[in-house]
């Protein structure tokens, strides 16, 4: 027996790989988020320096014009469209703005908003983006527009035309799109910047990884070993009740036991079952607090002495809110004797007032202590501990409670009534371990 409770005890405490796998699962994901989030920052980093460059280009073309302007007035100072014409072409053949873009689309107007020479390339899929002839007074300063249309980074550019020397000549519509090579170039930094981003965060993840996990494992054991110590406290505290009330502890595994696959039926999740556990194990905790008078005597209590011991139940409450790990067990330690109709006690509270895990535990108890031996009483038969708990239907038991536990008793009867050596221990304790260690799994994961 000391041997398979020392194998049950170290297979619950051999390390859990799944906290590992759920961390590297969360870190993972956490890469690649973060990988996803400076990739998409990369790109609208990139494409701004784009729509920068293309702004910079278009504006030097501009300049250029400008300056062929400049020497394309006529005698009266006005510009002459033939020469602007000839600018224009000069422009177009410009070997510099070529290798970084060109315009697609140059309008030139005089202060009058007559259109006097103009370049165009209509079979270019971003010449739409070129505003159409301008309306209202020429533009006192320069103005781009950066867009994208069909995908091509464009500028449309609105400046006006004034020598170095002199007044406003007119003004002038254009639109500058980047060149295939330039727009290839930037599109290869923008792959580049997220490359080297997502390297460095799954670099980054890669060492951090280990050292989060050995933290994650100190935790976990830590986390463990102080879960050890509150199930052994609860468990000698059980103990140290049930044997001075009736010289052995055994009954508060067994109905533990009964509590535990009753609440797994009725379907509690994995907290009301850790509370129902601490509730059902230390369910007569504050008889700690009855005189021994009271509490040994073996004849039928009279009116004082049984008022004295219903007041274990407000004993066994002041004693679990000591505890902030404890205080989920009240709702058994302090209504575990209440009754379905409300003729219970300590609150007389009736139905579905009383806590599920008290209505649990009342129909465990009872089938307990009918099917196990005591100084004053031989065990009953299954059968008719089944039957005395059958007249309790909708009195002292929930009858939907008792319909599930009828499903399991029997295998519970023939597996654990009336035992007295280890196996409820250690069947309780693996049952506490799956339980708690779970919850405690969560904790650290």
Do not use: C, W
């Given at each position: 027996m000391v041997?398979?409770?020392?194998?049950?005890?170290?297979?619950?405490?051999?390390?859990?790989?799944?906290?590992?796998?759920?961390?590297?699962?969360?870190?993972?994901?956490?890469?690649?988020?973060?990988?996803?989030?400076?990739?998409?920052?990369?790109?609208?980093?990139?494409?701004?320096?784009?729509?920068?460059?293309?702004?910079?280009?278009?504006?030097?073309?501009?300049?250029?014009?400008?300056?062929?302007?400049?020497?394309?007035?006529?005698?009266?100072?006005?510009?002459?469209?033939?020469?602007?014409?000839?600018?224009?072409?000069?422009?177009?053949?410009?070997?510099?703005?070529?290798?970084?873009?060109?315009?697609?689309?140059?309008?030139?107007?005089?202060?009058?908003?007559?259109?006097?020479?103009?370049?165009?390339?209509?079979?270019?899929?971003?010449?739409?983006?070129?505003?159409?002839?301008?309306?209202?007074?020429?533009?006192?300063?320069?103005?781009?527009?950066?867009?994208?249309?069909?995908?091509?980074?464009?500028?449309?550019?609105?400046?006006?035309?004034?020598?170095?020397a002199g007044s406003q000549l007119g003004f002038v519509n254009a639109v500058?799109?980047?060149?295939?090579?330039?727009?290839?170039?930037?599109?290869?930094?923008?792959?580049?910047?997220?490359?080297?981003?997502?390297?460095?965060?799954?670099?980054?993840?890669?060492?951090?990884?280990?050292?989060?996990?050995?933290?994650?494992?100190?935790?976990?054991?830590?986390?463990?070993?102080?879960?050890?110590?509150?199930?052994?406290?609860?468990a000698a505290l059980g103990s140290a009740i049930a044997k001075k009330d009736s010289d052995t502890d055994i009954h508060n595994y067994r109905v533990t036991i009964y509590s535990v696959r009753l609440g797994e039926a009725a379907g509690l999740n994995r907290h009301a079952m850790c509370a129902l556990i601490k509730g059902a194990f230390l369910h007569d905790v504050g008889k700690i607090g009855i005189p021994d008078k009271v509490l040994l005597k073996p004849g039928r209590l009279d009116e004082q002495e049984f008022a004295e011991m219903k007041k274990h139940v407000q004993y066994g409450i002041d004693i679990a809110q000591q505890s902030a790990w404890l205080k989920d067990a009240i709702d058994v330690v302090g209504s575990h004797h209440e009754k379905f109709d409300g003729s219970g006690y300590f609150g007389g509270l009736r139905g579905e007032d009383i806590p599920i895990n008290a209505r649990i535990f009342a129909?465990?108890?009872?089938?307990?202590?009918?099917?196990?031996?005591?100084?004053?009483?031989?065990?009953?038969?299954?059968?008719?501990?089944?039957?005395?708990i059958e007249k309790g239907r909708g009195a002292h038991f929930d009858p939907r409670l008792l319909d599930l536990f009828a499903a399991i008793a029997r295998r519970l009867y023939d597996e654990f009534a009336n035992r007295d050596d280890e196996g409820p221990r250690m069947v309780l304790r693996s049952l506490m371990a799956g339980y708690f260690k779970a919850d405690a799994e969560i904790l650290v994961a």
């Open positions: 041997t398979e409770t020392s194998a049950m005890t170290g297979a619950a405490r051999k390390p859990d790989r799944s906290v590992h796998h759920l961390l590297a699962m969360r870190m993972l994901i956490a890469a690649l988020t973060t990988s996803v989030l400076v990739g998409v920052l990369a790109v609208l980093a990139e494409r701004r320096s784009i729509g920068e460059v293309a702004v910079d280009r278009a504006n030097a073309g501009i300049t250029a014009l400008m300056a062929m302007v400049e020497d394309a007035q006529d005698v009266s100072g006005r510009m002459d469209g033939a020469r602007v014409q000839a600018a224009l072409e000069r422009l177009r053949a410009s070997a510099t703005l070529q290798k970084s873009g060109r315009f697609i689309a140059v309008h030139v107007y005089d202060m009058e908003r007559r259109r006097i020479a103009q370049l165009e390339d209509r079979s270019h899929p971003a010449f739409a983006a070129m505003a159409g002839t301008p309306g209202g007074e020429a533009p006192a300063g320069a103005s781009y527009v950066y867009s994208r249309p069909n995908g091509v980074p464009a500028v449309a550019v609105t400046a006006p035309i004034i020598p170095r500058f799109v980047v060149s295939e090579e330039e727009f290839a170039e930037a599109k290869a930094r923008i792959l580049r910047r997220v490359l080297i981003a997502v390297g460095i965060v799954l670099v980054t993840v890669t060492i951090l990884y280990p050292i989060i996990a050995r933290l994650v494992e100190r935790l976990r054991r830590a986390s463990h070993k102080l879960l050890d110590s509150n199930l052994d406290s609860i129909v465990a108890d009872v089938f307990d202590a009918l099917t196990s031996r005591r100084p004053y009483k031989e065990p009953m038969s299954y059968e008719e501990a089944m039957v005395t």
